[in-house]
């Protein structure tokens, strides 16, 4: 890729929608792999223990994916900022919602409130099984890690709310990715619309489902 392409805004925002793409895949894989563990608890363990240590996910796809999230936030700070310098009058000013809606306008709050969330999420399960896989080579039950964690009413309030964000966020970013790569169709513009909507709400409904299931299983024994 040449320098000037990056350099260039529009070439940022193509490389910031990409990463976008590629972390819509990566939660749609996420939660069906989360999903099996509401239906088996060995299947949540056997395919955690093939992610944990295949090597190509090891060695590739999971720097891949972390280098993604880092990208993703500084470019999107980095364009936000760059935004509101080039608005002459602030949105306060000017009607915001007959400019934009509220989700649009705040990328950058939902955005920061699922990293939080990300940050402790990595304490509560990626900081463990790294600690498990390389240094006490220790077996891990995954599905008792996350059991143990959703089991806390504190962590499943903090996780819902932080999904709702996701939620929010992927309301704009998911049509606002398509639209910086240019496609921009009055015939597949509105559809991609609703496909966003509907990805915006059922992808969080499902890891809402999921932490809400583990938790109403800690009143089952
Ligand atoms: C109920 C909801 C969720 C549960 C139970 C859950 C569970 C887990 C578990 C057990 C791991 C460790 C996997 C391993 O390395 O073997 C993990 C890793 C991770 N999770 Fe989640 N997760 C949830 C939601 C999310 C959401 C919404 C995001 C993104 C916004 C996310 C992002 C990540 C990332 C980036 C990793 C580290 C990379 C990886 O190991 O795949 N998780 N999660």
Known sequence: ??????????????????????????????????????????????VSEFFGT?????????????????????????????NKAARPIKYAM???SENA??????MIITGVMVLLFLALHMVHFFFPTINAHY???EHL???????????????????VAAFVFLGLHLMHGFQSAFQSVGVNHPKYSPIIKKLGTAYAIIVPLGYIFVAVYHYACSFCS
């Open 54 to 82: 295949n090597p190509v996910i090891q060695y590739l796809l999971q720097p891949v994916l972390f280098f993604g999230i880092i990208f993703h936030l500084i470019m999107g700070m980095y364009l936000d900022v760059k």
């Open 101 to 106: 809606s509220w989700v649009s306008r705040n």
């Open 94 to 96: 000017n009607k915001p």
């Open 1 to 46: 890729m040449s320098k000037g392409f990056s350099n260039s805004s529009v070439g940022r925002k193509i490389l910031m929608a990409l990463s976008g793409f590629f972390l819509l895949i990566f939660l749609v894989q996420h939660l069906v792999i989360n999903l099996i563990s509401v239906v088996s608890a060995d299947g949540f363990n056997e």
């Open 141 to 159: 039950d995954s599905f008792e890690m996350v059991a143990s964690k959703m089991a806390n009413p504190v962590y499943i309030g903090i996780y």
């Open 135 to 137: 240094i006490t080579h």
